[in-house]
């Protein structure tokens, strides 16, 4: 069974940085890709990035190209999304994904795997 643990999320000030966490189970993370999707309130959810399983390839939205950077750390089976440079439209709830290749975590279907979520709030 596919699992996937969010942690790190938090307040911060605009400009401040936060390091979200996607813990997921032996196979899933030898198996898949991982990424995150964020919403905000009132807002359609919005990809924000992901990482094949191989590391090999990644993708980033728009809106984060250049201050946020996906990474998989094999040691723990958790994927990490380093967050700089904040503003305060980055305010959301983070979900990690999981799907067979990055462009599938990029464009989910129904059959994706997602976590709970974790709240980041960026305040100006």
């Known amino acids: 069974q596919v699992q996937l643990v969010e942690s790190g999320g938090g307040s911060v000030q605009a400009g401040g940085s936060l390091r979200l966490s996607c813990a997921a189970d032996i196979r899933t993370f030898s198996n898949y890709a991982i990424g995150w999707f964020r919403q905000a309130p009132g807002k359609e959810r919005e990809f924000v990035a992901g990482?094949?399983?191989?590391?090999?390839?990644?993708y980033y939205g728009d809106s984060v190209k250049g201050r946020f950077t996906i990474s998989r750390d094999s040691a723990k089976n958790t994927v990490l999304l380093q967050m700089d440079s904040l503003r305060p439209e980055d305010t959301a709830v983070y979900y990690c994904l999981a799907d067979f290749t990055v462009e599938l975590v990029a464009y989910p279907t129904e059959h994706a795997y997602w976590g709970q979520g974790t709240q980041v709030t960026v305040s100006s």
């Open positions: 990482i094949s399983w191989s590391g090999d390839t990644i």
